[in-house]
């Protein structure tokens, strides 16, 4: 079964950037896809941004516009960078990966990343 070593998160004035990644502890071949979600305070979690298909290991595909998900295969890790913060961006973000092991396409989730950001 895929685990996952998250990092990042923390505490960011409005403005800011920060990074948060996902790092898969076992072996794999590839990622396949990989989605991030958030929950605000008080709200239902929403997706963030994903990239598409193992074809490519760099990309964007953000409702938000300012979150940028990728993945690099040679460190097991998926990232989602995220610019210009506001605080209305606080909340916990979760990774969703799918990735082809010696098992085939498995897929796990992040514990979640607890984000801050202040006015």
């Known amino acids: 079964q895929v685990q996952l070593v998250e990092s990042g998160g923390g505490w960011v004035q409005a403005g800011g950037s920060m990074r948060l990644s996902c790092t898969v502890s076992g072996n794999i071949f590839n990622f396949v896809a990989t989605t991030w979600y958030r929950q605000l305070p008080g709200k239902q979690r929403e997706f963030v941004a994903k990239t598409p298909s193992s074809s490519t290991t760099d990309s964007t595909d953000s409702d938000l516009g300012r979150f940028t998900a990728s993945e690099n295969n040679a460190e097991k890790s998926a990232y989602l960078a995220m610019n210009n913060l506001r605080p209305e961006d606080t909340g916990v973000y979760f990774c969703?990966?799918?990735?082809?092991?010696?098992?085939?396409?498995?897929?796990?989730w992040g514990a979640g990343i607890e984000v801050t950001v202040s006015s």
């Open positions: 969703h990966l799918q990735v082809l092991t010696l098992r085939g396409v498995e897929s796990a």
